[in-house]
């Protein structure tokens, strides 16, 4: 039958997959925290084995590591992978705004000054889920209108090292930078200026990534 075919849904490993990343980069799951897949199975409701496919995922993505026993521990966060992360977050985001420009319309450039607004009352309220949602908004138009898959692939990859340490550090640091920079960038895409809008993406992460990453260096000489 041609017009009958199976109902698609998500598999359980890519459900469980990403439920623990999620958990991973909020902190939820803290880092250096043990985990077996035995008890996460038991809190899923499915077998070990999607739980086992979704953590070996995150263990190349080096989100957890495997220790003896069936079990795996949510990897510490490290300044230095961070540090390197941020310089290619900020290269990939920096092009798909070079790419994008041309593309964007209207109602883009009114779906980011929307999530800019959203940003500025997340973090008048201090809601870093809120805050991160909103920040991933505004440079998710440039990405889509970039109209280059590779790109968000990459930075699927590279995003929650960014992520985790600004979820660490989102209470300690003044934020409100951003939303002069994203300002700027607007401004720079309604002239239609591509390689403006590209420079003024990619300083926007590399200024997040210096105050994140001196505020963690900062609390380590502290101690």
Known sequence: MKTIKAIERPALRD?????????????????GQRIKDKDLAAVFGVSRTPVREALKRLEDEGLVESLPGSQTRITEIHLEEAKNAFTVVAALHSLAARLAVPAITNEDI????????????????????????????????????????????????????????????FSSVDAYQSLEEHQAIILAIQKKDSALAGSLVEENWLSLGRILVGEADSHLNNQ
């Open 15 to 31: 459900q469980v997959y990403d439920s623990l990343k999620k958990a991973i980069i909020t902190l939820e799951l803290e880092p």
């Open 110 to 169: 009114q779906l980011m000054e929307v999530s800019n607004s959203e940003l500025r009352k997340a973090l008048k309220e201090k809601d870093v889920i809120r805050a991160v949602e909103a920040d991933d908004q505004f440079h998710a138009v440039l990405l889509k209108a970039s109209r280059n898959d590779e790109i968000e692939r990459a930075l699927d990859r590279i995003m929650p090292k960014v992520r985790r340490l600004e979820f660490s550090k």
